[in-house]
């Protein structure tokens, strides 16, 4: 996944189908549904050499409703 207008060679992260956000120091919040993917902004990964650490966190307090209805 390379991400344009985001810096180069830095983590990234997408939620879902929505565009890829910028990781960087600190806190960084992505909301949305479908899986959270984290890359290397680069097109080739074979030179690369080092890495990063990643503590996600959820709310516990989130309650989940189903909205669709059923037909009668």
């Known amino acids: ?3 344009r207008g ?3 060679f830095s983590l ?3 939620t879902g189908k929505k565009a890829p956000v ?3 120091i600190g806190p960084t919040t992505s909301t949305g549904y479908g899986k959270l993917k984290f890359a290397i902004n ?3 990964f074979g030179d690369n050499i080092g890495g990063f650490t990643v503590t996600v966190m959820y709310p516990t307090d989130v ?3 189903n ?3 059923e037909s009668e």
């Open 1 to 3: 996944m390379a991400a």
């Open 6 to 8: 985001l810096p180069a």
């Open 12 to 14: 990234i992260a997408r």
């Open 22 to 24: 910028f990781i960087g």
């Open 42 to 44: 680069d097109y080739f």
């Open 63 to 65: 309650v989940i409703v």
């Open 67 to 69: 909205l669709h209805s």
